[in-house]
């Protein structure tokens, strides 16, 4: 698969990881996104695709918005994918959303539900037709930039989730509301309307995201020692952890992420994704 990709300029930049171009075969009909903690934009350019949220399947022709997820969600791709999209920080969608997040936690939505279907097909026209990736990304910032919007609260919310992220989520959420000087609650009601989730549950998925990702596949894995310098309770408790945000437990994990690895070494989606066919 082709994947191009590059970071915002500013002040776009505080709010997105990366725009991506995305366009080839996917390695598996369907792939399983285990939660991030990362909110996600695609404007599909190809055939339609399929998100599965537990036991419900929705298609996809426009493409979809994600805020941050709860719960792993599984895309099924068609035979050849082609799309642009966004990669925004947890709390970088709000200003571009017309509702609170928390009203599409684990519930994506189409692009033409969120920017209208003019204005969505408009775009897809454009970004069709441009010449090449680069273009392509360069006309979905300028959108971007035409539509970014002041947001009351988004100031608190993200200082309050950089620190968050600063410790991987090993902060007491009590000592944030204080050093904010706000209330608890304040905080988590904001926190749901720019994001969608409470600060614990971002502060959860950030210890988990950084845990798994220091996992090397390739060697023995020691659950009880990952655990422990994790900071969770016990091997239970991460074990309890990892089938709420996987489905999975970490031994049939690491069976399907070393099957991705020896099927597919070095494909450009080998960095959470794992196969759910």
């Known amino acids: 698969m082709e994947y191009v990709s590059r970071v915002p300029r500013p002040p776009l930049d505080g709010l997105i990881d990366d725009l991506y171009y995305l366009e ?160 608890s609650t304040h905080l988590a009601q904001r926190f749901k309307e720019i994001i969608g989730v409470t600060p614990k549950r971002l502060a959860r998925t950030y210890r988990f995201t950084a845990t798994v990702l220091a996992i090397d596949p390739a060697g023995p894995v020691d659950w009880a020692d990952l655990a422990s310098r994790a900071g969770y309770f016990d091997q239970a408790h991460f074990g309890h952890e990892f089938r709420r945000f996987t489905g999975l437990t970490p031994t049939r994990y690491m069976e399907v992420r070393r099957r991705f690895l020896r099927e597919h070494p070095g494909h450009t989606l080998d960095v959470g994704p794992l196969p759910a066919d």
């Open 24 to 183: 080839g075969a996917s390695p598996y009909p369907w792939l399983t996104l285990p939660p991030m903690p990362s909110a996600v934009f695609i404007l599909n350019l190809g055939a339609p695709f399929r998100i599965r949220t537990g036991i419900e399947t929705g298609e996809y022709a426009d493409g979809c918005v994600i805020t941050t997820p709860a719960h792993a969600l599984a895309f099924g791709y068609p035979p050849r994918t082609r799309s642009v999209g966004v990669h925004f920080k947890p709390w970088g969608m709000a200003p571009f959303l017309p509702m609170p997040a928390a009203e599409l936690c684990d519930r994506p939505v189409t692009v033409e539900q969120i920017w209208g279907r003019p204005a969505t097909a408009e775009l897809r026209d454009r970004l069709a037709t441009a010449a090449g990736p680069h273009e392509m990304l360069a006309l979905l910032e300028d959108e971007l930039r035409r539509r970014l919007c002041d947001t009351t609260g988004l100031g608190l919310v993200r200082h309050t989730s950089g620190v968050i992220a600063a410790t991987t989520g090993a902060v007491a959420i009590g000592d944030l509301s204080a050093v904010a000087g706000v209330s």
